[in-house]
């Protein structure tokens, strides 16, 4: 169990005001609720006494926080091997398979992303998901960052609610596009599945900006790098196929099964083998939640994903640009 102690003084410029809005802007690296929720239990003291988050300062009282932090994740560790990019005392950043669940929920108890993180590192329970911070598809391969502290994983949310971190992805889509673009369109859950996602008016649907540039055009196929602008749930598979060019092998909102025509035998076994949308999170930039330096990390494409490119390429070379 670890227990965290910080004291500070009230500044002067604080006289008059609240308790609980003074803590939050003199420890901004725990979060206003959880700020809250330590004031109400007696760990927050001013001059060493409780007080209520609505008291009032004079200014110039001492602020002192004692709290051990108790497991807020009851899921089992579990033996999963991940493959680990960067690791420091404040964050962890990873390279997920497809086929691996981030988090634990109906249908996947255990066997997910949180159970082999807290196998890894036990002290994540005391921390809210395990210091997960965002999350990739089950089927989704890539970079994802987690917290391994309460200060980063207060710095992180913030980040990625101000777009400050960095995602870039690569897919293989249906179609031959000619161009790159943005689609801005908002997104919300669907009414008609309650598993999709889709895209909604501005009323119903949250804004989700995703930019996306051609890198190679094959005879019925398009490798697209994507930009993330914003982070919804399924936000890139729902924009590419609201653009009519659905993710290959997409399971949900794919477009169906699609061959050039005069597909060798083995670009056919290629594509009707590939049963995961082909999407990978390539890079992951941010600017560290504690030390503030600016950090990069890039993965290679997983091997279905390059033996698919690789295929679609070998294609294109065998019947020409003439056959688009």
């Not at 420890?27 to 809250?36: E, K």
């Not at 082909?278 to 279905?304: I, M, Y």
């Amino acid at each position: 169990m670890t227990t965290i102690r910080a004291e500070a003084v009230v500044p002067l410029t604080a006289a008059g005001r609240r308790f609980d809005q003074s803590v939050a802007e003199m420890f901004p690296d725990y979060s206003r609720s959880r700020l809250s929720g330590w004031i109400k239990s007696g760990a927050v003291t001013l001059d060493g006494a409780p007080a209520t988050p609505r008291q009032l300062l004079r200014g110039g009282e001492q602020v002192r926080i004692e709290v051990e932090l108790e497991n807020e994740v009851t899921s089992v560790p579990e033996a999963i091997s991940l493959t680990i990019v960067h690791e420091d005392e404040h964050v962890l950043v990873l390279n997920k398979p497809a086929g691996l669940v981030v988090h634990p929920g109906a249908g996947n108890p255990a066997g997910t992303l949180l159970n082999a993180l807290l196998h890894h590192d036990p002290r994540l329970a005391e921390l809210p998901r395990a210091g997960i911070v965002h999350r990739l598809d089950k089927d989704t391969s890539g970079l994802m960052v987690v917290a391994k502290t309460l200060p980063a994983v207060t710095a992180l949310v913030e980040m990625l609610s101000q777009h400050e971190v960095e995602r870039q992805y690569e897919a293989v889509v249906l179609g031959t596009m000619v161009a790159g673009g943005t689609v801005d369109a908002p997104i919300g859950r669907s009414m008609g599945d309650r598993l999709r996602q889709s895209v909604r008016d501005e009323e119903d649907g949250k804004r989700a900006v995703t930019h996306y540039r051609l890198r190679e055009r094959f005879r019925a196929h398009s490798l697209l790098q994507c930009q993330l602008e914003t982070g919804r749930t399924h936000q890139i598979r729902v924009h590419l196929t609201h653009i009519h060019h659905p993710l290959v092998g997409d399971p949900l909102y794919g477009g169906g099964f699609k061959l050039p025509k005069g597909a060798s035998p083995e670009l056919t076994a290629v594509l009707r083998g590939f049963r995961r949308q082909a999407l990978h999170a390539e890079k992951l930039s941010f600017t560290h939640p504690v030390t503030g330096e600016a950090l990069s990390f890039n993965a290679e494409r997983p091997a279905d994903q390059l033996e698919l490119i690789e295929a679609l390429r070998a294609d294109l070379l065998e019947h020409g640009s003439d056959h688009y």
